[in-house]
């Protein structure tokens, strides 16, 4: 199932004539763009001039995360500091009820999965260079406290909790299995936050992050990097980033997580920045407790493939997090 998403004929004629002056000339070619899991506006366009554009924005049918990230978005490509690591900043529109962000469309090429071990590594390394080199504008956010604290939420909230249970297929002995490994798990957990902030003895040099690397946001271009979807842009440890990724990763590609993470710590030493084996421990409870604590819940209405997504990403979050703190790991229905 996809999301609704905006064709561009049934747009305002005023909002459509705005698009065209930007771009120069009036739209020949437009295109629905289907990816990610909400329902913002997502087109591509082709101006008669040859212009070509991706338009993504809010709109009459987006939700409020919608409306609040757009405009942070816009900020971060007005900031010049996605120069290079996304995809070129080419204006803004708005009018009444709308939101588009103009940007350079990138097309099909470098699309991800297929996975190999080489192309793997490389965006790795260019994960640890983004974070090595990359200034965080100004209007960068902290990383939230709420993207913890979903071990707690499993142990102590019985909808959260029954959700994450009817993940496992019957007899399998989950409910003993989760009793017995919820305190490590929040332990490791909550060794990445401490009183709503981040553990400094964990958290190391903050950076710019993406905070949502998935394949269906990034493209290798040429043999470099490309990454888009910056709505949760935030600062924070390094280690958030190739950790939250990985489940992603390895659910496409069966890749073994553990090298891949080596690979990106050792091109990020390279620039001089050190990843501690306890933030990784950390981040891994983290990340698997996000899933944990979402992937069983209903379905949102406005976005019908999310938990579907998550849970194919919660297996390999859940089996690298129990590996990394020993601990056993459950099948999954």
């Known amino acids: 199932m996809r999301e609704r998403k905006m064709a561009w004929t049934a747009m305002p004629a005023t909002l459509r004539r705005l698009v065209e002056e930007r771009l120069g000339a009036p739209v020949t070619r437009h295109q629905r ?3 990610g899991y909400g329902p913002s506006v997502s087109l591509r366009l082709q101006a008669e001039n040859g212009a070509r554009v991706f338009v993504k924005g809010a709109g009459p049918e987006s939700n409020e995360v919608n409306w609040r990230t757009i405009p942070y978005e816009q900020a971060l490509y007005e900031s010049g500091a996605l120069a290079g690591i996304a995809p ?5 529109v708005t009018h009444t009820g709308w939101h588009l962000l103009l940007l350079e469309d990138l097309g099909q090429g470098g699309r991800v999965p297929p996975w190999t071990p080489e192309r793997a590594r490389a965006v790795m ?7 090595a080199t990359v200034k965080p504008p100004p209007v960068v956010l902290p990383l939230p406290p709420d993207v913890g604290g979903n071990w707690t939420r499993v142990a102590s909230d019985p909808v959260t909790r029954s959700a994450f249970m009817a993940l496992f297929a019957p007899g399998t002995g989950a409910a003993a299995w989760l009793d017995g490994t919820l305190p490590a798990l929040r332990a490791a957990e909550d060794d990445f936050w401490s009183a709503g902030r981040l553990s400094p003895e964990v958290a190391g040099r903050s950076v710019f992050l993406h905070a949502d690397i998935r394949s269906d946001n990034l493209r290798v271009r040429d043999g470099r990097l490309i990454l888009f979807d910056w709505a949760a842009a935030a600062i924070g440890p390094a280690i958030f980033d190739p950790v939250f990724f990985l489940p992603s990763l390895v659910a496409e590609s069966a890749l073994d997580p553990e ?10 030493q390279s620039h001089g920045i050190a990843i501690d084996e306890r933030a990784i421990d950390a981040a891994a409870a983290l990340t698997a407790g996000y899933f944990a604590a979402a992937a069983g819940l209903p379905v949102p209405p406005l976005l019908p493939r999310l938990r579907m997504v998550q849970k194919a990403q919660l297996g390999p979050a859940l089996r690298f997090a129990t590996g990394r703190l020993g601990l056993p790991f459950p099948e999954l229905l």
Do not use: K, Q
């Open 88 to 92: 070129a900043y080419r204006g803004s």
């Open 125 to 131: 390394s260019d994960i640890a260079r983004f974070h």
């Open 259 to 268: 090298p891949l993470l080596a690979h990106y710590r050792a091109a990020l």
């Open 33 to 35: 763009a289907y990816g």
